[in-house]
């Protein structure tokens, strides 16, 4: 019987593969140093987890409104005045479980058949098939190391069409640790206002920002570009939560209730407890924040210092997140223990047989010249992988 068309056209995560393959490794017994998080090492601070424990006790186990409880909603309001200058009431607001699920609502919520969403790259690998899935074309619109992982203005420019729906931004982004600064903004706004383009704009990192760069939304400059604009956020890499799964977006009033309406068809609330430590999150102390900005600025510092230190492999430095694009295009074609690197899928791979060191291609993300490194990780690991990359690239001939 066939299957569906639109689900068969639907990549497999690129990162899954070596993973996979990282992952048996370590079961069997190798020594794998891996940099492929993509969530804080941090534990989910105490006063958060006992707010869970506390929603459990208290039988707060049953459905919430379907597009999340108001109190959080208005939490998520007050968060937005507060750090973003934004004000949104409730009705702008639909909780979601995690910032993915966020996005695979917005997506669903504007693309037509064939729509276009304009994602610069390297990206995240989840916006174009998340864009595929929602019947829309993504329009993958290249940016280079030089232009700082952004693509200009007239790069933007260019890749509109009559068709475009979107724009894709995420700052600080994934996998490149880049920031857009206040100027691109407005530009990526006036163009956006101009066309009637809607802004999807991923702050997941906003928290998570270093040397003296201050996160701005797009959404904050007037209220035209607010209109077009989803913004998308979520406790996740803030307050190290990954597993919780909370996310949020803000919207304009119809859109919201669009994606209310699906989830009430598609997941209902989400989990009622995960939305009590959501609570926690936004009303208790930014600690966690700061000892996480301390310590990824510390090991951010040393990691792009190392990679620059070992010939054959460059940086460039990463303003947010927790990633590092390694450009390893000056071993693209020299071999390593008799291997050919044809691209970063096949560097990846030697890495991890022959120093045992499991990093992410940038194939997936739309550079194959880079591979991206997490250091979410330990200080010792880095130290321990980098000594480990440095050996191996000592045989590169
Ligand atoms: C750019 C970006 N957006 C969204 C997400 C999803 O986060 P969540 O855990 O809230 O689903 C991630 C997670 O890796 C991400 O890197």
């Not at 600080?172 to 706004?189: D, K, Q, S, V």
Request: with cysteine; net charge neutral; hydrophobic share 40%.
């Amino acid at each position: 019987m066939k299957l569906s068309k639109r689900a068969l056209s639907i990549n497999p995560s690129s990162t899954l593969a070596i993973d996979a393959k990282a992952k048996k490794m370590k079961a069997e017994g190798v020594d794998i140093i891996g940099f492929g998080a993509g969530e804080p090492d941090f534990d989910t601070p105490k006063h958060i987890k006992e707010a869970a424990v506390e929603a459990i006790k208290e039988g707060f186990t049953k459905y919430t409104p379907a597009s999340g409880m108001i109190e959080l909603k208005q939490a998520v309001c007050e968060k937005f005045k507060k750090d973003n200058g934004l004000s949104y009431s409730p009705e702008n607001i639909v909780i979601s479980n995690g910032a993915k699920h966020s996005l695979v609502n917005t997506f669903q919520a504007i693309c037509n058949p064939r729509d276009e969403v304009i994602i610069p790259t390297p990206c995240w690998v989840s916006y174009p098939e998340m864009v595929k899935l929602a019947n829309g074309k993504p329009v993958l619109l290249k940016s280079t190391e030089e232009e700082g992982f952004k693509p200009t203005i007239e790069e933007f420019l260019s890749a509109v069409t009559d068709k475009t729906k979107a724009i894709v931004i995420n700052s600080p982004g994934n996998p490149t640790g880049m920031i857009y600064t206040e100027e691109e903004l407005r530009a990526i706004a006036k163009l956006a206002v101009e066309r009637k383009i809607y802004i999807i704009s991923d702050e997941i990192y906003e928290k998570l920002i270093y040397d003296g760069f201050k996160h701005i939304s797009i959404a904050s400059f007037d209220d035209k570009i607010k209109e077009l604009t989803i913004l998308i956020n979520g406790v996740s890499k803030s307050y190290a939560m990954t597993g919780w799964r909370i996310g949020y977006t803000a919207s304009n009033e119809k859109i919201a209730k669009i994606m209310a309406n699906m989830q009430s068809h598609a997941t209902s609330n989400p989990n009622s407890i995960a939305q009590k430590a959501a609570l926690a999150a936004l009303n208790g102390a930014d600690d966690i924040i700061d000892t996480m900005v301390t310590e990824f600025i510390k090991r951010r510092d040393y990691m792009v210092f190392r990679i620059n230190s070992i010939k054959g492999i460059s940086c460039i430095k990463p303003n947010g997140a927790f990633y590092v694009m390694m450009n390893i295009s000056k071993l693209i074609g020299k071999k390593i223990e008799g291997i050919e690197i044809k691209g970063s899928d096949v560097f990846a791979d030697v890495l991890l047989e022959n120093a045992n060191v499991a990093l992410v291609p940038g194939s997936g993300f739309g550079s194959d010249i880079h591979v991206r490194l997490s250091y979410a990780t330990s200080f010792e690991n880095i130290t321990e992988g980098l000594n480990r990359i440095e050996k191996l690239l000592e045989t590169v001939i």
